[in-house]
């Protein structure tokens, strides 16, 4: 499933750990890795040996993480950390970015210039987010939103492909109502459609998903359930709107608004994997 993964980790958080994690899982064993450092635009004499240092640190990133010189792309560039992840990713035409982060919450990320705030919005790849308060376990149980919506059966078929030839692999997905709903004549709500769909799109890929329906705040209900299930890993998929200005600038609005994929990136107890709709489809 990926067969390209851009790894901007900048080397104080547990990013190298969630990509062995990744490793030893089945649709990522065969996936190149690119490891990317971006040094901080600047002139002079001291330029060179900053690359040489950025060369040195994804050497030993490597090594970290398990790699042989023959199975990772070493990337260097120079400059703005936030759009140059975005710019590599789109050069290497990226399945997947993962990143770092302190799990800042939105005025925090604003105020301290988020490099992976950043790119988590505006991104429209898959992104990873690992955050440096988490203890990384190995991807066995995996938890996904489940909306009714295209880029929601995005999520689905991704967190499907993600565990189906994990031993004793599990998925959940979950949807939430804002407010509680009352059932037809039938017995049923809008709900249990959206998850009998959900469920039979699973079993299709040959993955057996376990339903839930919570409801109550969306991004609160998400990381309540991915805290019950034990989740390893939380696919989440995203409609957010992305910034109609300029991309040098946040979407401020929306970083003080209600965004649901903000949240569940701050207080999920698990890593984030964002899925949002291409670009192509809206």
């Not at 249990?192 to 969306?218: E, F, Y």
């Amino acid at each position: 499933m990926f067969h390209n993964l851009l790894i901007a980790d900048s080397g104080t958080g547990h990013v190298e750990e969630m990509v062995r994690m990744l490793r030893a899982i089945p649709p990522c064993r065969q996936a190149r890795i690119n490891l990317l450092h971006v040094i901080p635009e600047q002139g002079g004499d001291d330029l060179q040996t900053h690359r040489q240092r950025a060369s040195e640190l994804v050497a030993e990133a490597a090594r970290r993480i398990g790699l042989e010189p023959n199975e990772v792309n070493s990337v260097v560039r120079e400059g703005d950390t936030k759009q140059t992840v975005l710019k590599v990713a789109d050069e290497l035409n990226a399945d997947l970015i993962v990143m770092g982060s302190r799990g800042l919450g939105r005025l925090q990320s604003i105020l301290s210039n988020s490099a992976s705030q950043y790119v988590f919005q505006l991104s429209t790849r898959p992104m990873l987010l690992v955050r440096d308060d988490l203890y990384i376990r190995a991807i066995n149980r995996v938890l996904v939103t489940v909306d009714g919506t295209g880029v929601g059966d995005d999520a689905i078929r991704l967190a499907c492909e993600l565990v189906r030839d994990i031993p004793g692999g599990s998925l959940t997905g979950v949807h939430i109502s804002r407010q509680d709903i009352i059932p037809s004549r039938g017995g049923r709500t809008p709900a249990d459609d959206v998850l009998d769909k959900a469920v039979q799109k699973a079993r299709s890929l040959g993955v057996t998903m376990d339903p839930l329906h919570r409801t109550g705040d969306i991004g609160r209900s998400v990381c309540t359930v991915a805290e019950e299930v034990k989740a390893d890993l939380v696919v989440i998929a995203s409609q957010d709107r992305r910034p109609l200005v300029a991309q040098a600038l946040v979407d401020l609005d929306r970083l003080l608004g209600s965004s649901v994929s903000d949240y569940i990136r701050v207080h999920a107890p698990a890593p984030v994997l964002l899925v949002r709709e291409p670009e192509g489809r809206r």
